[in-house]
């Protein structure tokens, strides 16, 4: 008797969440992500859909893809491109990259170099604002010193490769000196 209590339950908690997820409360992404895997790429794009409309950008970037790619629909750059956007304009980095790619190629959109290069710069260009935080600055200026001190350290070995090579070149030079010295005094003892 239990089991079957508990069978029925099962069945009517089933019953509840599919009625709940088909009047129209979206499911969560990752039960779509399994959907679409499983190919069931419409059922995927209906939980997909609300949720990029609400603002989540892994649906958003997830929708672009699909259609981009045609996996699981017709592929459609214009399609894509609108999806991308979403994401993009939510701050997904990979979603911007791939929009400003979109409009540098013309994929889905007439060729904007420009447009296509303010997507694709758009992450760097929202941070320029670290270049003047106190950690990044105490950074640079940590690198800075390491750099420096390497630097030295190179220039004191080289330093005193080069001090040895001119010692060793001196050293020969004089004993070379010294040996015409000697010739030149056995020809001037010679001599008289």
């Known amino acids: ?11 009517i908690a089933v019953a509840v969440g599919f009625s ?13 992500a399994r959907l679409h895997r499983n190919g069931n790429t419409a059922a995927a794009m209906a939980i997909w859909v609300p949720l990029a409309k609400a603002g989540d950008v892994n ?24 999806w991308y956007r979403i994401a993009a304009e939510r701050g ?7 929009l400003g790619t979109m409009y540098l190629n013309g994929e889905g959109t007439a060729k904007d170099e420009k ?9 760097r260009v929202a941070h ?3 270049d003047h935080h106190p950690h990044m600055v105490a950074w640079r200026e ?12 190179e220039a004191v070995a080289a330093s005193r490769r080069d001090s040895a090579r001119v010692m060793a070149e001196l050293k020969r030079r004089a004993g070379a000196a010294e040996v015409v010295q000697l010739a030149a005094g056995s020809d001037a003892a010679r001599a008289n």
Do not use: T
């Open 1 to 11: 008797m239990p089991s079957k209590l508990l069978h029925l339950s099962l069945l």
């Open 115 to 123: 447009e296509g290069w303010r997507w694709i710069n758009q992450h």
């Open 92 to 98: 997904d980095r990979v979603s911007q990259s791939r």
């Open 59 to 82: 649906a958003a970037y997830n929708l672009a893809v699909i259609h981009d790619y045609g996996d699981g629909v017709a592929k459609n750059q214009a399609e894509a491109l609108k």
């Open 128 to 130: 320029v604002h670290h």
């Open 142 to 153: 940590q690198a800075a010193k390491l750099i420096d001190e390497r630097d030295r350290r």
């Open 20 to 32: 709940a997820s088909a009047a129209g409360q979206p499911a969560d992404g990752p039960q779509a």
